[in-house]
């Protein structure tokens, strides 16, 4: 911070960050933000870290977000924050807490209502902070005098919301002198309310009390509140089945006997399907129905389930608040019956045998694929599907303990992976990274491989070349050349973004090929390593067509075919 007993503004901001966990910060250079810029640049604990574009840093900090708890972007006003805004969106859906810095024009320049670049040339200067608002939870716009109470306010919101914010600096405010904070901004924790818990407790062990077939169900905002000890650790002390959402994928550890697999409504496999439909009683942590996980076919009745959200709890209908999360599944696991009926154990997919024939010349299935990346995971990866085919793919894995696992499959946005595996890279370098993307995804955001290089990072790249947007393919117009892109090199792709660092790469068109590449991809690798899975565009992984078929009577029926219990938006 500044000498003496003042400090400036940027670097007061910077100092909460620090206080809150971030350690790095991307984005990009504007005229605007380049003062806050060098304050970061001589900031102790906090590194710059550059991006190609907005979208890619907007990207890369949701990723580093997910890992180290929270991550912060730069851009600049006008252009540069409107093209993060799309990623602002997806932190938003998903629950991620990002801060998002602009620079912004100074203080007189704005109260004159001047005409100036970067934005519609009439004055309006809180036009896109109006956009920004419908994807962030708070907004502020600092000046000398407001800045300690506004960044405290903010950076709250932002923590106990888990969802991203927007602080502008002015140009001149940047610089100006203000005292120093008079304490660290630790993490904030809910204020203890007894009375709603007491009551959510007491509902809920009425609930319970009857149970027999108890089951557990996760979802995201579990992991985002850090709950993965305690649902880890209730599942086992109670003996109780437990599945995950896709949006929960890497909270439960799906080595042991508990772990049912993925519940996605009418789309799950029918064993996992009984275990969570057939529960007497069903606890939900953290979870989020839409359509693409079950809202239209989940049978599930709302008259046996508890749940555990973001700031409520709800059993059979009647909804306790304030209620933190951390003390509901703590209440939980006090007065949870140990289950005793025997289910089915590991219920996921049944797959041919994972060993792969290294002289085989067959072409690469997808059925044959997705075990191979299965055997190639190790404990403690992060692994970075991408939306459409790797997504589901994963999906049909056990992963190994340890393993974190990032994907946006609410947003759904294609490009997500590549910038948002930088964004975790960064975040914990120590671990192995594992980014599966789609030739047509990786097309969206490639120029963040440049940072992956430069960076140092050495992550192993599968690249599914199957010729275009085969998710969208799953949906409508298989044989439409609307779903075809351009065939690249992608295996070159690491030299084409570097002139400097030696890269290893591969393409491969057969079993055979397969097997000998991922032999060889044990721990992590010595250089980046990009491997290009040629495939048959018309090959499908398990779940795509019954999902696809879905899709399309969901986004163009005038009527929507509902098979489940639950309110139109999802359970709360």
């Known amino acids: 911070m500044g000498s003496g007993q003042e400090t400036r503004v940027g670097e007061l901001l910077l100092g909460r960050l620090h206080d809150l966990g971030v350690r790095h910060i991307f984005g990009v250079p504007g005229d605007y933000n380049m003062e806050f810029l060098d304050q970061i640049e001589a900031f102790p604990g906090i590194e710059w870290v550059g991006s190609c574009n907005e979208l890619n840093a907007a990207y890369a900090a949701d990723g580093y977000a997910r890992l180290a708890g929270i991550g912060a972007l730069v851009t600049t006003f006008g252009p540069g924050e409107l093209s993060a805004v799309n990623g602002l969106a997806g932190a938003m859906a998903e629950s991620v807490p990002v801060v998002s810095i602009v620079g912004g024009p100074t203080t007189e320049i704005m109260q004159r209502r001047a005409a100036m670049h970067h934005s519609l040339g009439d004055g309006d200067f809180e036009r896109w902070v109006r956009i920004a608002a419908e994807v962030t939870v708070a907004q502020t716009t600092l000046t000398a005098a407001n800045a300690d109470a506004e960044t405290a306010r903010v950076l709250r919101e932002c923590w106990l919301q888990r969802r991203p914010v927007y602080v502008r600096i002015p140009g001149d405010v940047a610089r100006q002198r203000v005292a120093p904070p008079a304490r660290r901004l630790d993490r904030p924790v809910p204020a203890p309310a007894p009375d709603p818990l007491d009551a959510f407790t007491a509902a809920a062990q009425r609930l319970l009390a009857e149970a027999v077939r108890p089951a557990l169900l996760v979802g995201h905002l579990a992991m985002r509140y850090g709950l993965t ?121 049944q797959r041919p045998p994972a060993v792969l024939d290294p002289d085989s010349r067959a072409p690469i299935r997808q059925a044959r694929l997705w075990p191979a990346v299965e055997e190639l995971l190790e404990p403690g990866d992060i692994v970075v599907p991408e939306t459409g085919t790797p997504s589901f793919g994963v999906a049909t894995l056990r992963l190994p303990r340890g393993v974190t696992c990032v994907q946006p499959p609410l947003w759904g946005a294609i490009g997500y992976a590549t910038a948002a595996a930088f964004g975790a890279g960064t975040a914990a370098p120590e671990r192995r990274l594992v980014l599966i993307t789609g030739d047509g995804s990786l097309q969206q955001t490639v120029q963040e491989l440049s940072r992956v290089v430069a960076t140092g990072q050495r992550p192993i790249i599968i690249v599914v070349n199957n010729g275009g947007y085969t998710v969208e393919r799953a949906i409508n117009g298989p044989h439409q050349h609307y779903n075809d892109i351009d065939n690249w090199r992608y295996s070159e792709l690491l030299s084409v973004f570097n002139r400097h660092v030696p890269c290893d790469s591969y393409v491969v068109g057969t079993e055979g090929e397969l097997a000998q590449v991922f032999g060889r991809l044990r721990g992590t690798p010595a250089r980046p390593t990009i491997v290009e899975v040629l495939a048959d565009p018309q090959d499908l992984p398990a779940g795509m067509p019954e999902w696809g078929r879905e899709t399309a009577s969901v986004d163009y029926q005038q009527a929507v075919t509902r098979s489940g219990w639950l309110p139109w938006g999802g359970l709360s």
């Not at 993925?262 to 839409?290: H, M, W």
């Open 229 to 349: 000890g305690a649902v880890n650790a209730f599942v086992e002390e109670r003996n109780w089945p437990a599945a995950t959402q896709s949006l929960g994928r890497g909270l439960l550890d799906e080595t042991r006997s508990n772990f049912l697999g993925i519940y996605n409504g009418g789309d799950s496999t029918e064993p996992v399907r009984q275990v969570i439909e057939g529960a007497d009683a069903l606890v939900c942590v953290g979870t989020k129905f839409f359509d693409w996980d079950g809202l239209f076919s989940a049978d599930l009745d709302p008259a046996r389930i508890v749940v555990v959200g973001a700031a409520s709890a709800t059993v059979a209908g009647t909804t306790f608040a304030p209620v933190a999360p951390e003390e509901a599944v703590r209440r939980l696991r006090d007065i949870a019956p140990e289950r005793t009926v025997e289910w089915p154990r590991y219920l996921g997919e």
